[in-house]
């Protein structure tokens, strides 16, 4: 049965190969070619140049730092925070429902209704300043000062907890309880079954909550702007920032070609991802 | 007793965490029953002409958890007074649903197809699904643009609600539910010689409901949020989405600001609501290998 040699169902793929292909993988192909040329219209070839003049040019460098500075604390603080969380949450059965749910309304609250709020908040005579007023302690500059950058990694925690929690309590839910017992009687204490049971059991709820945490940290761009607008202060200046502006000025090359290294980076990352889960959850 | 003690320590640690994660949602709730004089004197930092009077030089936003008087003017002016906000809810309304149902079909049957693909190199091809899933929007509006450009659809809103439709997203998100329905399945249907839309109608949509729903929800939630896609294409105020209108009204018009995020908040909290469990069993089922 196995070696019958066409699945009519194999079709179904069509429309959604089709699609793909029309609006991401075309357009992608064609930036790419953005990439070795001096402008769209009466292109010249140019090799190399664009990828050598941008690893010199200041603002990308800066925006690529900020990036990777604000997922490497971003990612691994919510995983830390969600897991904790999640197994906290795991204890009380009866009200599990319930936190559950408030920490999921930030997730589906729009960016845009919560923006007012965090604006009052974190202006500089925002209400923080004026708690901050009262205890005789200068103010600070929430928004536009190296502060910004951890008032955002806030903002993405208070966001995408919930998601990951949900994540985490299924995939703890999903360990057989009989490992527990065993460890138990083989006297393991409670430290020594978190590590062995439940962490190595949770290495495919880790890989999904790096993906789902990775593109969420791209997502909280929407923030950003909404708060600081194109222009934040350098600490804050990310990748997104530099391809809206270069978009704006229509600087195709600068454009397509960050474009480019990005698809490169993200490349690798989840190819090493997908191999690390492979090996790991056989 | 032991047990009880620390499940008492747990519950206020969660309770304390809850109350800072809900902050903004009850502020914003309970302040769009303020009226409009008392945000002006709250929630802007401007002295007025009384608090030069009053020899106040310094003035901060002051952020209150209560009106101190109830009204529902705020909502008057929004839903009635002002009926562009209806219009431009329709407009979010518009992009959303289209995405939402054309992305759950898509990807439902790319699911499908991947799941009984038997060729060597289909993982290759998915990892193309995950790098553009894992691209930033940015990233993504470039290619968007050029195609929208091609295909003459610039100016309307098929040029991001048909990147929307084929977004990887939901195919992987399907595909990962999919994997927890055992492949006997789909082999015993196969040889009692049901077709390929019958097994899907028959045995994958029963057992996949909760991915379902979880996928229309996050989906619906990115699309009812839509910003950059908009401020890139579309270039008539009465078009634009809720969703931009309202970063806008945080500037010039905040009497009307919190009862606009509150009703604009109501769709995507009502989907939280009664898919809460959906969401849960949905994403469970994808975390399964």
Known sequence: MRKKSFDFGVLFLLPGLIGFVIFYIWPFLISLGYSFVDKPIDSVFVGFKNYLDLFKNESYLMSLKNTLIFMGICVPLNIILSLLAAVLINKVSRYKEIFMLIFLIPLVIPSGSTNFFWKSLFATDGYLNYILSLLDVSKVNWLESEVTRYVIVFIFIWKNLGYNIVLFIAGINNIPKLYYEAATVDGAGAVRSFLDITLSNLIPTFVLVTIMSLINSFKVFKEIYLLTGSYPHESIYMLQHFMNNMFYSLNYPKLTTATSILVLIIAILSQALLKYERRKSV | MRKKFSDIIIISILILLSAIFLFPLLVTISNSFMSASEILTNYTSKRLIFDVMDGISKKFIN??????????????????????????????????????????????????????????????????????????????????????????????????????????????????????????????????????????????????????????????????????????????????????????????????????????MILPFYFLIIGQKNLEKGIELSGIK
């Open chain 2, 63 to 264: 952020i209150k958890l209560l009106p101190g008087t109830l009204t529902i003017s705020q909502y008057k002016e929004v839903l009635i007074n002002q009926p562009s906000y209806l219009l431009l809810m329709m407009n979010s309304l518009k992009i959303t649903v289209p995405v939402v149902i054309g992305n759950v079909l898509v990807s439902l049957l790319s699911a499908y197809g991947f799941t009984i693909w038997k060729w060597k190199y289909k993982e290759v091809v998915f990892l193309l699904y995950i790098i553009v899933m894992l691209m930033p929007l940015q990233a993504v509006l470039v290619p968007n643009f050029i195609v929208a450009d091609k295909l003459g659809i610039k100016d309307s809103y098929l040029a991001f609600i048909l990147p929307g439709i084929f977004s990887p997203f939901g195919t992987f998100l399907l595909r990962q539910t999919m994997k927890a329905i055992p492949y006997e399945y789909f082999e015993a249907a196969k040889m009692d010689g049901d077709n390929d839309f019958k097994i899907l109608l028959n045995i994958i949509i029963p057992q996949m409901k909760s991915g379902l729903a979880a996928l229309a929800m996050l989906v619906f939630i990115e699309y009812w949020n839509i910003v950059e896609q908009v401020v890139i294409f579309v270039k008539d105020y009465y078009k634009e989405p809720l969703s931009v209108f309202l970063s806008r009204i945080s500037q010039d018009n905040i009497s009307i600001v919190f009862a606009a995020s509150c009703v604009y």
